[in-house]
Nanobody, 115 residues
């Protein structure tokens, strides 16, 4: 299992970013995918998750209405569209999948929201 995140960067408050996670080494279309984040000095937290076919999603209360998770099973990629970004969204964002009860993480991508 291999997950590679991209799309992070520095953005001003109110701005937008789109994160991508390219997956390989497993049958991507058969597994739910998730995005987590970890801010300095804080525990890693679930941000959003999506079912294998993309029919159901769920979000942390702190990002509902601002973030959208989606996936393209033809491209083995999951996305996180982040709008109306706030300084408190600053964190390293990780892609996660559990394949046959074994969890796998990407290397993470830094998102910094600052003026």
């Amino acid at each position: 299992v291999h997950l590679v995140e991209s799309g992070g960067g520095l953005v001003q408050p109110g701005g937008s970013l789109r994160l991508s996670c390219a997956a390989s080494g497993f049958t991507f279309s058969s597994y739910a995918m998730s995005w987590y984040r970890q801010a300095p000095g804080k525990e890693r937290e679930l941000v959003a998750a999506i079912t294998s076919a993309g029919g159901m999603t769920n979000y942390a209360d702190s990002v509902k209405g601002r973030f959208t998770i989606s996936r393209d099973n033809a491209k083995n990629t999951v996305y996180l569209q982040m709008n109306s970004l706030k300084p408190e969204d600053t964190a390293v964002y990780y892609c996660y999948v559990s394949v046959r009860l074994k969890g796998a993480w990407g290397q993470g991508t830094q998102v910094t929201v600052s003026s």
